[in-house]
């Protein structure tokens, strides 16, 4: 059994930074590239950025480009996703997701106002 568990999110005025953690548990983490999602209100779900399981990989949204920096600790199987100069653009629910499966976190809400 896989579970993911987001924490980090939160109100945060324009220009603000935030990091969001994502705990897994179970067989995959650390043979499974990892994924930031997030979702808008009315949008669909789109990628933010993603790692590979050994983290010398990492690609990202051509919007969050320069600001937003994915990374991991197998060891403490754990997923981050630093954030900086945060738009309010960036306001979302924030998932993350072992890429390949089904395995999503319950999301975590980011607010940024303006």
């Known amino acids: 059994q896989v579970q993911l568990v987001e924490s980090g999110g939160g109100l945060v005025q324009a220009g603000g930074s935030l990091r969001l953690s994502c705990a897994a548990s179970g067989p995959f983490f650390v043979i499974r590239a990892m994924g930031w999602y997030r979702q808008a209100p009315g949008k669909q779900r789109e990628l933010v950025a993603r790692i590979t399981s050994g983290g010398g990989t990492t690609n990202y949204a051509d919007s969050v480009k320069g600001r937003f920096t994915i990374s991991r600790d197998n060891a403490k199987r754990t997923v981050y996703l630093q954030m900086n100069s945060l738009k309010p653009e960036d306001t979302a629910v924030y998932y993350c997701?072992?890429?390949?499966?089904?395995?999503w976190g319950q999301g975590t809400q980011v607010t940024v106002s303006s």
């Open positions: 997701h072992v890429e390949t499966t089904g395995y």
